[in-house]
């Protein structure tokens, strides 16, 4: 079946402005993860949704960041406010959940604030 | 200082050849260690998937051991190819109460010429 996708692939923004990155995972997959990696950098973890659970959002770096779920399926990734240091890769993975569940990871948005 | 650490940073090998990726952590209690493929441009693609009790775990040309009383693990690429070039991440899974979460190492780059 497909994988996980995102949307858009690269977006160009000013600073100050408000971005919105999408995310449509697996079908049938009950957890979804949002990771940021900035050029040359390690995966750095931002929120967690599991099922009908409160999200984990322990990894949102400000206030500046929220995202939402729908039920088991899509996911949005909401930045206001742009600041170039947000200019990074944003990759969004599902997985079955649980702690041995491989997380299948989308393709990712390139998101370039200028 | 990060908790996973891999070495080393990049790597060039002729095609053909062999080679092996190191990663160190410091997480405790662990729960699964975890090797992961990033193409460029691409999310990351799992490769294997270790509990403390593995020793060994074999995927193709990529075989993974892992130590947990030295907490440390391997990646060895034999017979490589030019598609293997790509980087190759670490991952730990932390196990400390409900603060589960995956710790990432910043990932080897590898670059097989021919």
């Known amino acids: 079946g497909a994988g996980v996708s995102q949307s858009p692939s690269n977006k160009v923004t000013e600073k100050g402005k408000d971005v919105e990155l999408r995310c449509d995972p697996i079908?049938?997959?009950?957890?979804l993860y949002w990771y940021r990696q900035r050029l040359g950098q390690g995966l750095e973890f931002l929120i967690y949704?599991?099922?009908?659970?409160?999200?984990?959002k322990s990894g949102l770096p400000s206030d500046r960041f929220s995202a939402e779920r729908t039920g088991e399926s899509v996911s949005t990734l909401t930045i206001q406010r742009t600041q170039q240091e947000d200019s990074a890769v944003y990759l969004c993975?599902?997985?079955?959940?649980?702690?041995?569940?491989?997380?299948?990871f989308g393709p990712g948005t390139r998101l370039t604030v200028t | 200082k990060n908790q996973v650490e891999q070495s080393p940073q990049s790597l060039i090998i002729l095609e053909g050849k062999n080679c092996t990726l190191q990663?160190?952590?410091?997480?405790?209690?662990?729960?699964?260690l975890r090797w992961y493929k990033q193409d460029t441009g691409r999310g990351p693609v799992s490769l294997t998937i270790m509990t403390f009790s593995e020793n060994t775990k074999s995927n193709g040309r990529y075989t993974a051991t892992l130590d947990a009383d030295t907490k440390q693990s391997s990646l060895h690429i034999t017979a490589s190819q030019l598609s293997d070039s790509a980087s190759y991440i670490c991952?730990?899974?932390?196990?400390?109460?409900?603060?589960?979460?995956?710790?990432w190492g910043l990932g080897t780059s590898l670059a097989v010429n021919p």
């Open positions: 949704f599991q099922g009908n659970s409160a999200p984990d």
């Open positions: 991952v730990v899974r932390d196990n400390a109460g409900n603060n589960r979460k995956l710790i």
């Open positions: 079908s049938g997959h009950t957890a």
């Open positions: 990663c160190n952590y410091t997480v405790s209690p662990f729960s699964n």
């Open positions: 993975a599902s997985s079955l959940g649980g702690t041995f569940s491989e997380q299948y």
